[in-house]
């Protein structure tokens, strides 16, 4: 059992799993609360954060984000985004690549 | 040592500068950690732990608080938790098994936990677990990756079987030249490397080399790997692999992303003795032994304190497992410098605690600084030795405080 699942059941009975939970975290978040909510409330609002939220947090929480903020350049947030991609093996669709990038560069990077 | 030039050249900078007053270095006084890692983090309890300093949950990361470690052994119910990957099975230990094979094993064997309990001598030790990113949060410039502070560490009583008996009874052959371990941690994707650690054949044959199933005399916490885990003293936690179920000996060097790319140092940068020949490549060497280093742990920055009145300054101090030789505490911003008293030694693999006794003479702003060295002649460093993941951080501490 992964951790979500045992945090989901810890979760006043509700029972889900990754990686349907990306629909599943919003309906239980006013529930559970917790750890939940706060995860699903980590993003800034903007263009591409739905984009963002649906792709990163298939695999991580998205506080990583802004944990590791702000102190990188747009190269340094494209890098992060590469090496999900191609080393992680990140199912992200090449379209949405520099939306997650520019999304990143503009509320969690430094010019 | 380098470490120890570094130290030399930093003294002197900081004397020139200010013509006889010592100035602390940009390092020692301090970047902070991010302000997106201060505000994303939150005291947090998993099942199972007291309030850890959260700093994802997904996989879960958390971090000893500062207070935890007033006490040389960490609690487990405190004990910091990393993980990779987030698919971390809740594991029953009558099901688990431990399968011992690879290309360098005669006899390939299945162990329960029972039979690693039973069938090798146990052995006991006291061991620092610090993550290889212990710190990370503090380099100047900051890197990606978890932004820790001072607590992705703690210290334990580990109790298991040596790898090298249970290796021995495998049959280990003569070609092996690295004991790869996996844990049942699985990625959330099939396409993301699982995490794969190994470790040269010579310290998996080091009698301090364990595959553990006690921790402060207790079953491991899940959350640090239950039922068993492997435990190499003086090396960085990436190899620390928990949740084990596979040990293969190969006769080939491991090649896997978590080996061959991530948790490696600038060749020749650090003052490491232990060397992975299989691993290096032209620039870069696998992170082995950690460097040495100490915490203050009982003050905080802008602390207030009666002139006059006596000050008791605390803290722990460790290295790569060549022991402690000294602590040296300054009250007055690094001008002067005493040995603090060192405390009961638990083994050259243990936090070894000191403290330091002083009474503010005069009033007004200064700072507590302290500073341990190895028998090895190795010393922290007062400026950073920057590396792109931030490993190996080990620069004094600068606590300022107000003497009123």
Redesign the interface.
Known sequence: MSFNEYRSRSCEGHTTSWPGAAIATVLLAGACGGALAAEQDALKEGPGRDVVQVNCSRCHSTDYIPMNSPFMKRAAWEATVNKMVKVMGAPIRPEDIPIIIEYLTKYYGVE | MQQRRAFVQAIGAGWALAGGAWIAPRAVRGAGL????T????L?AL?GKLALI???????NYETPLEAFDSVLTANDRFFVR?HL?????IDAREWSLAVGGDAIDRPLHLTLDQLKQGYKPVELVAVCQCSGNRRGLSD??V????WGYGAMGNARWKGARLKDVLALAGLKASAVEIAFDGADE???????DFVKSIPIWKAQGDDTLIAYEMNGEPLPHWNGFPARIIVPGWTATYWVKQVIAINALAAPERG?WMS?AYRIPKHKFPVIDRFVSQESEQTTPITEMVVNSLITNLTAGQRFQKGSAVVVKGVAWDGGYGIRAVDVSTDDGRSWRAAALGADLGRYSFLSWQHVFTPAETGSTAVLARASNRQGATQTFELIFNPAGYHNNVVQRIPIQVV
Not at chain 2, 54 to 60: D, E, F, G, L, Q
Not at chain 2, 187 to 193: G, K, Q, W
């Open positions: 991010p302000q997106g890692a505000d994303s983090a939150a947090d099942p959260r700093r994802s949950y997904r996989p879960p993980w987030d698919n971390i099975p809740r410039p900051h990606p990756g978890v932004q990625p959330v994707i099939d396409r993301t490397p992303f790319t």
